[in-house]
């Protein structure tokens, strides 16, 4: 199963420098638009089985141009919303870096909670969570391995990759999801593949989902001669 992690496109509060946070009514701007209608053709034609959205309304405009593409409709889920970041939501990030909370989520984000809103270490748990069970989901319901979206929001997906990379949550913040960025990562039975991290280019390769093990007389890459959740000593192929 293979999950493409998708930042919302540019917003308004993105090029105002606040923190936007759960604030209603936050859209895309020009920059933003423009990202949103060419995800169809950066991932368009990958045989894209299902839309996850947070609830977020710069989630939903990201997502609509690839939506009516494809002609999925998104499913939405609180899980992957944004961080509640309380008190903050709303405020300069000029003025958030004096405050002494500042240090902590830069530093030590695992013990950093935002004053009358949530932790981050609770954001990892709930999005994982969210992200494994639509995993689960769609391969039971395509009965093998599927590719699917879940537009999101930057530190959300900063939390899920450090997940599959096996990192403390004290360390994601080496991690960037820049705005329309996509994070592409493939879970196993035995480990997730980190395929890739913040892609900001114009089209992904098809070669996203396991290559098919050969059939009898047929010759196989390195990569089809093990099963699908063995990483190839020596490294890919591809």
């Known amino acids: 199963m293979t999950v493409i992690l998708l930042r919302h496109g540019r917003s308004t509060s993105n090029t105002a420098h606040t923190l936007a946070g759960r604030s209603e009514g936050v859209d895309l701007d020009d920059r933003g638009r423009e990202q949103a209608q060419q995800l169809a053709a950066r991932i368009g034609s990958l045989p894209i089985r299902a839309i996850v959205r947070s609830p977020l309304l710069r989630c939903e405009r990201t997502v609509e141009p690839l939506a009516a593409a494809l002609d999925l409709t998104p499913i939405v889920d609180e899980r992957i919303s944004e961080v509640d970041y309380g008190t903050w939501t709303g405020r300069k990030i000029a003025e958030l870096v004096k405050e002494p909370l500042w240090s902590v989520v830069q530093q030590q984000p695992s013990a950093a909670v935002f004053p009358d809103g949530e932790g981050l270490a609770h954001v990892q748990a709930r999005a994982v969570a969210a992200v494994r069970e639509h995993d689960r989901r769609l391969a039971q319901q395509h009965e093998g391995d599927v590719l699917w979206v879940a537009c999101t929001h930057g530190d959300v997906i900063k939390a899920v990759v450090a997940d599959a990379l096996g990192t403390h949550l004290d360390s994601f913040q080496r991690i960037t ?32 989902l396991p290559k098919p093990a050969p059939t009898d007389g047929q010759a196989g890459s390195a990569e089809g001669d093990v099963p699908p959740e063995d990483a190839v000593v020596g490294g890919s192929t591809g």
């Open 177 to 208: 999801a820049d705005p329309a960025s996509v994070s592409v990562i493939r879970y196993t039975a035995v480990r997730p593949f980190v395929i890739h991290v913040n892609h900001t280019g114009d089209q992904l390769t098809s070669g996203l």
